[in-house]
């Protein structure tokens, strides 16, 4: 044996190569622990094989890190290269995987805001030579009186305190008539939500608001919606507790008309598109009617539950606008879904565009409301692919329509259905990521987070079943019939058109609703009638039902009518008349010039009497002849009186002696020569 030969001691790796495979190791770890925490928290979603995935993830993750440092310790070049390899694949799919989950289940969450901002504004008249607040401190400035309203009154009352205010404030009742009053300058500036906008655009008078008036001060103010419960006394409108949707819930849809994208900012303004949604989760059907925004029903949070558009509704927020429709159909609502319209664009594009049968053929403003010729949305009628602007123009478009916003709400029910049918085409983990945050910018909802994942079973058992069908769920329409009136709006001053719900058309609907929340036992149709020649239409509920209206006796126009037509159509209705004449040859005697109370005012609204003020003729009797003024005698004419003593009148009534006479005092006599001087001085020169 060679004693000169020497054993060499293997090296030891370098403390950088060290390092680098202890971060390698920590960043697996890393990365596969935070996919199973994203894992973990989408409860509800395939829950076994979930399990099963964060198990296998943590066990992978182990196993390698022990090959690598294995390999590293026996310095095998393959080994380490390959498990190297092997750790950086892993690092990337976890870390890919964790953050698609970890997106999704963020977007889900804000879909519930939990904060909201709030903003006031002190508005004036464009004209108004107010520019800062502090102008206003001589004026007069009106606010609605409301504790609840977070947006009008809480935020306004402490602009006034923190500029010195308070003694200029005006109460007022309700907004319709502070806004009249700021038109008709009784005020001088007005404390409003800054959605002031969407709140008017639907009232012709007031349409062009933004524009006739300007913003001297507004303030914001951001809360919880704990928070902000505590002002307004709403719950916080989470009515199911329940982390599962397995029972038949009634969902309402609520359009905003908002030209913002995002709804952190309190959207209050026109409930411009309402959809009533019930769906049974058992029997995968669901309901859908669409209410007019004109329907003229009591409203929740107005003083004395007075009856007003349902639209209105909405400018005191969703839980206004859900008592108002719980009180009007008798159905609890579990939920709501608020959404801005501007964010249907967003999600149609998203979704690469939808297909929709379109009605008729019409054209529609664009987003901004533009109306001039380049910028109007114009479609065809028949089956064709939407995109975001043509899906809102679709959406929104009533002025063309027969049945006005009727028609509307069913053009409403094509897009969502379009909607619903193109999500089951969604392949790519981008496009659901994209579509989640343009739904989660432009919706506000009281689902849950985990009530929103436990909808994951219900989308795959619709999938399952929609194979053969081209919509992806059982939608029946529903429709509610009714009738129009212009009724006199108490608050605005103006007369407005109205949609008159029919009762008989509301209760079938309700009862069709109440079936498929197993409420009621379902009716069962025994005949069915069908002819091959004509293609099966699906019957809309409630949309061949009449009767039972509600009616409203209305106070017609009398100007022009005769005084004994309008107190005998008073005095039928028992209503009381005053009457004042006025003379005027303008009008035939007898008619009707003036009333106290406007035309189409409820007459249960009446108070008192009606005052007329009718035509009376002129007088015919003449009117007496003044006395004429007495003449004044002429003043006597003045002449000399002393002629007989030789004075002479010099035309003016003066005495005075003739030529060649003087007078002595007493008469006139003749002149005198003087007497010569006898010896006169001679005269002398120098």
């Known amino acids: 044996m060679n004693e000169n030969i020497v054993l060499e001691k293997p090296k030891k790796p370098s403390i950088v190569k060290r390092i680098a495979i202890t971060l390698l190791n920590l960043i697996t770890i890393a990365s596969g622990a935070f996919l199973v925490f994203c894992l973990y928290k989408i409860s509800g979603v395939e829950d076994k094989l979930r399990y099963i995935a964060m198990g296998v993830i943590l066990l992978l993750n182990i196993a390698l890190v022990f090959v690598v440092r294995r390999f590293f310790k026996k310095k095998k070049k393959i080994g380490i290269i390959i498990t190297i390899i092997l750790s950086i694949i892993m690092i990337a799919v976890q870390s890919f995987a964790g953050y698609f989950i970890y997106k999704s289940y963020s977007s889900l ?47 306004g009352m402490e602009i006034a305190k923190d500029n010195g205010l308070e003694d200029n404030i005006k109460e007022y009742s309700n907004v319709t008539s502070l806004v009249k009053d700021l038109y008709n300058k009784k005020v001088d500036a007005i404390m409003i939500s800054k959605n002031y906008p969407s709140m008017f655009k639907s009232i012709d008078k007031y349409k062009n608001i933004e524009e006739d008036t300007k913003i001297v001060i507004e303030k914001s103010k951001t809360l919880t919606k704990e928070e902000a419960s505590k002002y307004t006394g709403d719950d916080i409108l989470n009515f199911n507790t329940s982390d599962k949707i397995d029972k038949p819930f009634t969902l309402l849809v609520m359009g905003i008309d908002s030209t913002q994208k995002e709804l952190s900012k309190n959207a209050t303004g ?73 964010g249907v664009i967003s999600l149609v594009n998203a979704l690469g565009g939808i297909e929709v049968d379109v009605p008729i053929e019409f054209c529609e403003s664009n987003s901004k409301r533009s109306t001039k010729s380049e910028n109007l949305i114009c479609l065809k009628k028949g089956k064709q692919k939407l995109n975001g602007e043509q899906a809102l123009a679709l959406a929104r478009h009533r002025k063309t329509l027969l049945t006005g916003d009727l028609q509307r709400g069913v ?31 432009s919706m506000d909802t009281n689902f849950t987070t985990k009530q929103m994942l436990s909808f994951y079973n219900i989308a795959k058992g619709l999938i399952k079943t929609s194979h053969s069908s081209s919509n992806l769920i059982n939608m029946t329409q529903l429709y509610l019939s009714g009738s129009s009136a212009m009724i006199y709006d108490e608050g605005i001053g103006l007369t407005l058109y109205n949609y008159i719900p029919d009762r008989a058309s509301l209760n079938t609907i309700v009862s069709t609703m109440k079936q498929n929340l197993g409420l009621e036992e379902v009716t069962i149709v025994k005949k069915m009638e069908f002819n091959i020649e004509k293609p099966f239409e699906q019957k809309v509920i409630g949309a061949d039902v009449y009767g039972g209206g509600t009616s409203y006796s209305l106070l017609p126009n009398f100007v022009g009518s005769s005084e004994s037509y309008a107190r005998s159509w008073l005095s039928s209705h028992g209503i009381g008349v005053n009457v004042v004449y006025k003379e005027t040859s303008e009008v035939p005697a007898g008619q009707v010039m003036d009333q106290s109370y406007p035309e189409n005012k409820r007459l249960d609204l009446i108070s008192g009497s009606i005052t007329l003020t009718v035509a009376k003729a002129v007088s015919s009797e003449p009117e007496p002849t003044p006395e004429p003024e007495p003449t004044p005698e002429p003043e006597p004419t003045k002449t000399c009186d002393k002629t007989d003593a030789g004075y002479v009148d010099d035309g003016s009534g003066n005495c005075v002696c003739p030529e060649g006479k003087e007078d002595n005092g007493t008469s006139c006599v003749e002149k005198t020569e003087p007497t010569p001087d006898p010896d006169p001085e001679p005269e002398t020169g120098e």
């Open 109 to 155: 969450d804000n879909m519930n805001k939990d904060k909201i901002t709030y903003t006031t504004a002190v508005l004036v008249m464009k004209d108004s030579k107010v520019e800062k607040v502090e102008d206003l401190k001589k004026k007069k400035i009106g606010i609605v009186i409301d504790e609840t309203s977070i947006d009008g009154y809480v935020i």
């Open 411 to 441: 053009n409403q029910q094509l897009v969502v259905q379009g909607i619903l049918n193109k999500i089951k085409s969604i392949r790519s983990a981008s496009q659901l990521l994209t579509i989640l945050d343009t739904v989660s910018m």
């Open 270 to 342: 026109n409930g411009d598109s309402l959809m009533l949604v019930t769906f049974n989760p058992k029997t995968l059907n669901a309901t859908i009617l669409s209410i007019p925004r004109d329907t003229y029903v009591p409203i929740a949070c107005f003083a004395g539950q007075r009856e007003n558009k349902i639209t209105h509704a909405a400018w005191n927020g969703e839980s206004c606008m859900i008592k108002t429709i719980e009180n009007f159909t008798g159905i609890n609502i579990d939920y709501y879904v608020k959404v801005n319209f501007q």
